[in-house]
């Protein structure tokens, strides 16, 4: 059984680096022929897409925040890591990494086959 988990900082500073990562249990990043997701809820707003790594390597962002966006990964272990830099206030969201076995760009959940349990990022001084 497939698990995501993202780990990160609860609280960045304004104008700093938000890195977050996502660590895959139960299959591989590589190999499952995946694309791996990170997503993010505002707080009262709906789920926003930021960008996706697939499994051959190549990533793909959102148009909104390509020149903030880094989706990267460690092979050896089994993670993908999402930066933003340069972070404000409305970057304050639960940040969420999911699955997918197909390469899309959507915001509904039943679309994706696996998700993390979410991690709460909060931008403040």
């Known amino acids: 059984q497939v698990q995501l988990r993202e780990s990160g900082p609860g609280l960045v500073k304004p104008s700093q680096t938000l890195t977050l990562t996502c660590t895959v249990s139960?299959?591989?990043?590589?190999?499952?022929?995946?694309?791996w997701a990170w997503l993010r809820q505002p707080p009262g707003k709906g789920l926003e897409w930021i960008g996706y790594?697939?499994?051959?390597?190549?990533?793909y962002y959102s148009p909104s925040l390509r020149s903030r966006t880094s989706i990267s990964r460690e092979k050896s272990k089994n993670q993908f890591t999402l930066q933003l830099t340069s972070v404000t206030p409305e970057d304050t969201a639960v940040y969420y990494c999911?699955?997918?076995?197909?390469?899309?760009?959507?915001?509904?959940?039943?679309?994706?086959?696996?998700w993390g349990q979410g991690t709460q990022v909060t931008v403040s001084s």
């Open positions: 999911a699955g997918a076995a197909r390469a899309i760009i959507s915001t509904t959940r039943s679309e994706y086959d696996y």
């Open positions: 139960g299959g591989s990043i590589t190999t499952d022929y995946r694309f």
């Open positions: 790594i697939a499994y051959s390597g190549s990533t």
